[in-house]
C-alpha cells in the first residue's frame, strides 16, 4: 500500500505539539499509549506544553491500540517520524526519546529494537517486559495478543517472544534506559517484568536503571515522580 501519511493530515495520525514549540525542535519524545487506549486526544495534556516550552516536538502517535508495538504498529511509528524528519529538515542525529506506560512502556522498548532510527533513550512507566508471561497474567490478554500477533508465520510463542522485551535483551540497542515503576502495580507484576528484564539488561552491560515508586498501583507515579519523569526525558536529550 502506498504511504499516506503527510504533514497536512497529520493530526489524524498522531497528537503533536509542533504549533507550541518555541524555537527550533531540538529532540522528540515518543509517547505510546497503554493497552485499549483508542480515542483521538482533543485537549493538551501538561507535559506536552512542558516539552514544547523546551524546544521539545511530542507525538503520541495514534497505532493500534491492540497493537503490542507488532511489525505493522513499528512501521506505522517509523512513517511517521519520517514525515517529521522531512518536513521540518531535522538532522538524521536530531534525538528521538522513546517513551510510554504499561503496553506503551512495552512499546517504548520494543520500538527502540526494531526503530528505522534508534532512539538516544527509553524511559518507561510500569512497562510489561516478559510478554509470554503476561500472557497468563490477566484474562483480558490472550485476545489482545492474539490480534496483534496472529499474522506472524510462527507459533504464538514464538510472536511473543519477537515483542517481548526480557526475551529481547541480547538484541537492544547500546542506549540509557530509565524504568519507573510502582511497587504496588497489580496489573504487570513488578517483579516478573521490570525487576527481571532490569537485572538482565545489568549482566548484558546495558546502561539500565529502576526507580521504584514504593505504595503506588499500576502506572500511578506520584506528582513529583512524574514530574521526575518527564525531566528524565528531557535530560536524556541534552545529555
Known amino acids: ?137 490477566r484474562d483480558d490478554l490472550p485476545r489482545t495478543l492474539y490480534s496483534a500477533f496472529r499474522h506472524y508465520d510462527m507459533t504464538l510463542n514464538e510472536a511473543l517472544k519477537t515483542a517481548s522485551p526480557l526475551h529481547l535483551v541480547p538484541e537492544m540497542p547500546d542506549i540509557p534506559y530509565r524504568i519507573f515503576h510502582c511497587g504496588e502495580d497489580k496489573a504487570v507484576n513488578i517483579d516478573r517484568h521490570c525487576r527481571a528484564f532490569v537485572r538482565a539488561m545489568k549482566e548484558a552491560g546495558r546502561n539500565v536503571t529502576l526507580r521504584i515508586c514504593e505504595g503506588r498501583g499500576h502506572c500511578d507515579l506520584t506528582p513529583e515522580m512524574m514530574a521526575e519523569y518527564w525531566q528524565t526525558c528531557l535530560d536524556e536529550i541534552d545529555r
Open 1 to 137: 500500500m502506498e504511504k499516506i501519511i503527510t504533514f497536512e493530515k497529520l493530526t489524524n495520525f498522531t497528537f503533536t505539539n509542533h504549533p507550541d514549540v518555541k524555537g527550533p525542535i531540538r529532540g522528540i519524545v515518543l509517547n505510546f499509549y497503554g493497552l485499549g487506549a483508542n480515542a483521538m486526544r482533543h485537549e493538551t495534556p501538561k507535559q506536552s506544553v512542558f516539552f514544547a516550552g523546551n524546544g521539545v516536538l511530542y507525538l503520541e502517535p495514534y497505532y493500534n491500540p491492540w497493537s503490542w508495538m507488532n511489525d505493522e504498529a513499528v512501521v506505522f511509528v517509523d512513517e511517521l517520524l519520517d514525515v517529521i524528519f522531512g518536513h521540518f529538515a531535522l538532522p538524521d542525529n536530531t534525538p528521538v526519546i522513546s517513551t510510554g506506560f504499561s503496553m506503551g512502556g512495552l512499546s517504548s522498548l520494543v520500538y527502540a529494537r526494531y526503530a528505522k532510527r534508534t532512539p538516544k533513550a527509553v524511559v518507561s512507566n510500569c512497562p510489561v517486559c516478559d510478554l509470554v508471561y503476561h500472557y497468563t497474567e
